[in-house]
Nanobody, 115 residues
Framework: QVQLVESGGGLVQPGGSLRLSCAAF????????MGWYRQAPGNQRELVAA???????NYADSVKGRFTISRDNAKNTVYLQMNSLKPEDTAVYYC?????????WGQGTQVTVSS
């Protein structure tokens, strides 16, 4: 069993920054990919950013140049540095970890961008 513990959400003004963290605990032998998704009220859950075991990254067009995903393999932790935040970035952010044959989700952390 794998558990994901997220942290770092909160309220920030437009133009501000936040850093999300997600640590994976449990029976982890090999992580294929780690990523962040988000879901705003009335919208479907969408991919924000992902990073695979080799280090390659993928970003949604809406966050390119503003968000940076990174991972610490020794700590089984993935980070999302969010800069130049906009009101439209407001959503619940979910961590996603893909192991061999299994996918796990975090509980979600609220990010609100508002003045």
């Amino acid at each position: 069993q794998v558990q994901l513990v997220e942290s770092g959400g909160g309220l920030v003004q437009p133009g501000g920054s936040l850093r999300l963290s997600c640590a994976a605990f449990g029976s982890i032998f090999s992580i294929n990919a780690m990523g962040w998704y988000r879901q705003a009220p009335g919208n479907q859950r969408e991919l924000v950013a992902a990073i695979v075991s080799g280090g390659s990254t993928n970003y949604a067009d809406s966050v390119k140049g503003r968000f940076t995903i990174s991972r610490d393999n020794a700590k089984n932790t993935v980070y999302l540095q969010m800069n130049s935040l906009k009101p439209e970035d407001t959503a619940v952010y979910y961590c996603n970890v893909q192991l061999l044959g299994s996918i796990y989700w975090g509980q979600g952390t609220q990010v609100t961008v508002s003045s």
